[in-house]
């Protein structure tokens, strides 16, 4: 089937403004991460889903960030009051369980003016 | 801060060479994970290794691991312009739940 998909792929905002990155991971895949890439550097993990329940959020930078996974599928990656230092690429990986290899999407490059 | 660091961070090569890079992580893992990405989006995955393999291979691609140094390399063999890209290792760590740790990267430059 398909990968995981990611939308939008660009995404420019103004400061202080609400954005919503969402992520469609692999059918059946139980596991889903968001990590940010910030240019010239490696993803760094922001949060962890295994299935519909935050496993792990201690990514998170600060709580204008927030996801959520409400039917253990699709994810919706949530950043209020959005800030310049927000910009970046979001990537968001699945995989069928944890440990497993981890696959990941084009990811969405958001752009605070 | 970054459990895996890649050595060397940039490398140049001519097509047809192989190319060699390492990694090194500071806490027992799960597993580590090596990713390729063009162009600052999508990682592509390469291969994964569990802490009680030694190496894999996959193509062109080989993979060592050795938990006693924490350090891992990949061996790009018979190299090809499209192999030009960044590549990253990742470490799932015991302590660290199942979220991947990322070193910063080699940037690989095949030239034709």
């Known amino acids: 089937g398909a990968g995981v998909s990611q939308t939008p792929s660009n995404k420019v905002t103004e400061k202080g403004k609400y954005v919503e990155l969402r992520c469609d991971p692999i059918?059946?895949?139980?596991?889903l991460y968001w990590y940010r890439q910030s240019l010239g550097q490696g993803p760094e993990f922001l949060i962890y889903f295994q299935g519909t329940g935050a496993a792990d959020d201690s990514g998170l930078p600060n709580d204008r960030f927030f996801a959520v996974r409400p039917e253990g599928s699709v994810s919706t990656l949530k950043i209020q009051r959005t800030e310049r230092g927000d910009s970046a690429v979001y990537l968001c990986?699945?995989?069928?369980?944890?440990?497993?290899?981890?696959?990941f999407g084009p990811g969405t490059r958001l752009t605070v003016l | 801060s970054q459990q895996g660091e890649e050595d060397p961070q940039a490398l140049s090569i001519q097509e047809g060479e192989n190319a060699t890079m390492n990694c090194s992580y500071k806490t027992s893992i799960n597993n580590l994970q090596w990713y390729r990405q063009n162009s600052g989006r999508g990682l592509v995955h390469l291969i994964l290794i569990r802490s009680n393999e030694r190496e894999k291979h996959s193509g062109r691609l080989r993979v060592t691991l050795d938990t006693s140094k924490k350090s891992s390399s990949l061996l790009i063999t018979a190299s090809r312009a499209a192999d030009t890209a960044s590549y990253f290792c990742?470490?799932?760590?015991?302590?660290?739940?199942?979220?991947?740790?990322f070193g910063g990267g080699t940037r690989v430059l095949v030239k034709p």
């Open positions: 990742a470490t799932d760590a015991k302590a660290a739940g199942n979220k991947l740790t």
């Open positions: 990986a699945s995989s069928l369980r944890t440990s497993d290899e981890q696959f």
């Open positions: 059918s059946g895949h139980t596991a």
